[in-house]
């Protein structure tokens, strides 16, 4: 089963506005990451926010992280047309062999109407 | 130019045939991973490896395999024992550093059965 659950499944806005998108997870993590996908291309990496940070900024990307709840954020702040995209949060878990493995949830798509 | 290749950017695989995709980075990372996407979904793992001569199955292993031979190269096999194999592949890369494994993603390939 997805560790990472992304709310909503789509989201439409207007140029200009925001845009919030949750993640929810199972299991204690060792970080959280988000990455976004433009169609039919591979991902990009957006932003890492390790377990014992709470919020972290990054151009108009911002990112919270609740461990007691066990979940997390991305706020992207006056959207543009170009963000128009798919956004993956990721779980960071590490295996009995010191490998740090993702695991991504089955993402956000975001429509961002000129 | 640095980064992560992968060819060919479409397949066709016949009944029975197993088919290999290309993935190879010129980024020194140490760690590699194979992913499949299906339509709407997230990313599930299939292989990743930490160290050349060594990789470790994902998620969903069966009827794929691996190898890393060298640093830079992680090809994936997806054998005829992959009963379900149209999906989009993506291989990312990334460095083992501390405080999070950021992953660097390739093109994808998409992979048709005919």
């Known amino acids: 089963s997805q560790q990472g659950e992304e709310d909503p499944q789509a989201l439409s806005i207007q140029e200009g506005e925001n845009a919030t998108m949750n993640c929810s997870y199972k299991t204690s993590i060792n970080n959280l990451q988000w990455y976004r996908q433009n169609s039919g291309r591979g991902l990009v990496h957006l932003i890492l926010?390790?377990?014992?940070?709470r919020e972290k900024h990054s151009g108009r990307l911002r990112v919270t992280l609740d461990t007691s709840k066990k979940s997390s954020s991305l706020l992207i702040t006056a959207s543009r047309a170009a963000d128009t995209a798919s956004y993956f949060c990721?779980?960071?878990?590490?295996?009995?062999?010191?490998?740090?493995?993702?695991?991504f949830g089955k993402g956000t798509k975001l429509t961002v109407n000129p | 130019d640095g980064g992560i290749t992968q060819s060919p950017k479409y397949l066709f695989r016949k009944e029975g045939q197993n088919v290999t995709l290309s993935c190879e980075q010129n980024?020194?990372?140490?760690?590699m991973y194979w992913y499949r996407q299906d339509p709407g979904q997230g990313l599930r793992l299939i292989y990743y490896s930490q160290i050349v001569n060594d990789f470790q199955k994902g998620d969903i292993a069966e009827g794929y395999s691996v190898s890393r031979e060298k640093k830079e190269s992680f090809p994936l096999t997806v054998t005829s024992a992959q009963k379900n194999p149209t999906a989009f592949y993506l291989c990312a890369s990334s460095p083992t550093r501390r405080g999070g494994w950021t992953q660097y993603f390739g093109p994808g390939t998409r992979l048709l059965v005919l």
């Open positions: 990721a779980t960071a878990l590490i295996t009995q062999g010191g490998s740090e493995k993702l695991v």
């Open positions: 926010i390790r377990s014992n940070e």
């Open positions: 980024l020194n990372h140490d760690a």
